[in-house]
């Protein structure tokens, strides 16, 4: 088959569509064939040698695909050959073919296409693990969401609007804060210009947002604990600025505020079974009811992975990048 390779990190062009060996299903794992996979931010870093993959997984990046199940390696049950299905990795998904444990696969939502399905699972799984597993997001509660513009953050607008959230959003750009708006966000943040803390004090009236999801980190820490609220919870998923920052312990106290720092592709595989469990129970019946769905910026071939990173690093694009296998 053929994959995108890095024989060397780098920029984009250190991505080189490449012949590699077929991969075979282990133990309670399926074979795909690959329609489609999404870029992640995660993909970025391993091109750059800054995220490897955990022991065991593919070398080669891309953590979410769609495609149809072409081979089942022992003890697998419930899923049999020409089913079409997305599925969560550990990496591998920018190939031609992929092994997947069975626990991470999910059936295509009716009223979503192959391919399309492709920009689904790791957002899926990412917002819903974060957003309610862990922050325990609940109705008529306010939570701000950065970087609203992005594949996770169009979910997690989606998905808190479906529960009954108010959401706010952080974007860099008038027209990215319009999308967020046609999503379901009503506090629109325009990060360049306004402060996220002023403006959430003030469209809350002073009382600050429950739960805040954060892909910046660092740079962020100390003004996401100024915007909790009393029993505020701050979810971090991302370090895009920065891995270390100071906390002030006291306000967090007198908050009774709580913050948690995540990561999904690392985890074990009974974790991201159970992760994907509650997304196929909770989450695909709104993607099939039409109040929530895949938000895709761009579909491009596989073999022009470095311009699909190079739209990801830009920030220009609203969504998911898709890269189609063909």
């Given at each position: 088959?053929?994959?995108?390779t890095?024989?060397?990190?780098?920029?984009?062009?250190?991505?080189?569509?490449a012949e590699?060996p077929?991969p075979?299903?282990?133990v309670?794992?399926?074979?795909?064939?690959?329609?489609?996979?999404?870029v992640?931010r995660?993909?970025?870093?391993?091109?750059?040698?800054?995220?490897?993959?955990?022991?065991?997984?593919?070398?080669?990046?891309?953590?979410?695909?769609?495609?149809?199940?072409?081979?089942?390696?022992?003890?697998?049950?419930?899923?049999?050959?020409?089913?079409?299905?997305?599925?969560?990795?550990?990496?591998?998904?920018?190939?031609?073919?992929?092994?997947?444990?069975?626990?991470?696969?999910?059936?295509?939502p009716?009223?979503?296409?192959?391919?399309?399905?492709?920009?689904?699972?790791?957002?899926a799984?990412?917002?819903?693990?974060?957003?309610?597993?862990?922050?325990?997001?609940?109705?008529?509660?306010?939570?701000?969401?950065?970087?609203?513009?992005?594949?996770i953050?169009?979910?997690?607008?989606q998905?808190a609007?479906?529960?009954?959230a108010?959401?706010?959003v952080?974007?860099?750009?008038?027209?990215?804060?319009?999308?967020?708006?046609?999503l379901?966000?009503?506090?629109?943040?325009?990060?360049?210009?306004?402060?996220?803390?002023?403006?959430?004090?003030?469209?809350?009236?002073?009382?600050?947002a429950?739960?805040?999801?954060?892909?910046?980190?660092?740079?962020?820490?100390?003004?996401?604990?100024?915007?909790?609220?009393v029993?505020?919870?701050l979810?971090?998923?991302?370090?895009?600025?920065?891995v270390?920052?100071?906390?002030d312990?006291?306000r967090?106290?007198?908050?009774?505020?709580?913050v948690?720092?995540?990561?999904?592709?690392?985890?074990?595989?009974?974790?991201?079974?159970?992760?994907?469990?509650a997304?196929?129970?909770h989450?695909?019946?709104?993607?099939?009811?039409?109040?929530?769905?895949?938000?895709?910026?761009?579909e491009?071939?596989?073999?022009q992975?470095?311009?699909?990173?190079?739209?990801?690093?830009?920030?220009g694009?609203?969504?998911?990048?898709?890269?189609?296998?063909?």
């Amino acid at each position: 088959m053929h994959a995108i390779t890095i024989p060397e990190p780098g920029d984009a062009e250190a991505l080189v569509w490449a012949e590699v060996p077929d991969p075979v299903p282990g133990v309670g794992e399926v074979l795909l064939q690959v329609t489609a996979s999404a870029v992640n931010r995660a993909d970025i870093l391993q091109r750059q040698g800054h995220y490897d993959p955990p022991p065991g997984a593919s070398p080669y990046p891309g953590l979410e695909c769609s495609g149809r199940v072409a081979g089942l390696g022992p003890g697998v049950s419930g899923w049999a050959v020409g089913d079409e299905v997305c599925a969560l990795l550990g990496g591998g998904g920018y190939a031609e073919r992929v092994a997947v444990p069975a626990g991470q696969l999910l059936p295509v939502p009716e009223g979503v296409t192959l391919a399309r399905a492709a920009a689904l699972p790791e957002v899926a799984a990412t917002v819903w693990s974060n957003l309610f597993m862990v922050a325990h997001l609940r109705p008529g509660e306010t939570v701000l969401v950065h970087g609203g513009s992005s594949g996770i953050g169009t979910m997690a607008i989606q998905l808190a609007k479906a529960v009954g959230a108010r959401v706010a959003v952080t974007a860099g750009t008038r027209e990215k804060l319009e999308r967020c708006a046609e999503l379901g966000a009503e506090i629109l943040i325009d990060y360049r210009e306004q402060d996220f803390v002023e403006e959430i004090e003030r469209a809350t009236e002073g009382a600050g947002a429950d739960v805040v999801l954060d892909n910046m980190g660092a740079r962020y820490l100390d003004r996401n604990i100024r915007t909790l609220a009393v029993n505020g919870r701050l979810a971090i998923i991302g370090m895009q600025g920065g891995v270390k920052g100071e906390l002030d312990i006291g306000r967090l106290l007198r908050k009774r505020a709580a913050v948690t720092a995540t990561s999904l592709r690392a985890r074990p595989p009974e974790e991201k079974a159970a992760i994907v469990s509650a997304v196929r129970e909770h989450v695909w019946p709104l993607v099939e009811a039409g109040r929530v769905r895949p938000v895709v910026d761009r579909e491009l071939p596989m073999d022009q992975a470095a311009a699909a990173h190079r739209v990801v690093e830009g920030s220009g694009h609203v969504g998911k990048v898709l890269l189609l296998a063909g």
